[in-house]
């Protein structure tokens, strides 16, 4: 009798639980929220004159060009020994 009393109370909870769903997923009124307008608002007008700053990012790598490294070449012994198992 536990048992069949247990699997009434399970079912009954799973079914309040699908109405709770039911309710606020398929009959939420759509008018709640309003959609926003294009063009509207400072940010907008800001963004149209400046852009994205993120589109333009300058290299900042600085030992991609042998030029702005300082150290470059003050190895005395650059080229001296060559390993055979390595490249």
Same mark, same amino acid.
Do not use: C, H, R
């Given at each position: 009798?536990?048992?069949?009393?247990?699997?009434?109370?399970?079912?009954?909870?799973?079914?309040?639980?699908?109405?709770?769903?039911?309710?606020?997923?398929?009959?939420?009124?759509?008018?709640?929220?309003?959609?926003?307008?294009?063009?509207?608002?400072?940010?907008?007008?800001?963004?149209?004159?400046?852009?994205?700053?993120?589109?333009?990012?300058?290299? %900042? =790598? !600085? *030992?991609?060009?042998?030029?702005? +490294? &300082?150290? /470059?070449? %003050? =190895? !005395? *012994?650059?080229?001296?020994?060559? +390993? &055979?198992? /390595?490249?």
């Amino acid at each position: 009798m536990n048992k069949n009393k247990n699997i009434v109370i399970g079912a009954v909870a799973l079914l309040a639980v699908a109405a709770l769903v039911y309710y606020f997923f398929v009959l939420q009124k759509p008018g709640l929220v309003t959609p926003l307008e294009e063009d509207q608002g400072l940010g907008s007008q800001l963004y149209e004159k400046t852009g994205n700053p993120g589109e333009v990012v300058p290299d %900042t =790598n !600085p *030992f991609q060009n042998v030029q702005t +490294n &300082p150290l /470059g070449g %003050t =190895n !005395p *012994f650059e080229g001296g020994y060559k +390993n &055979p198992f /390595g490249e």
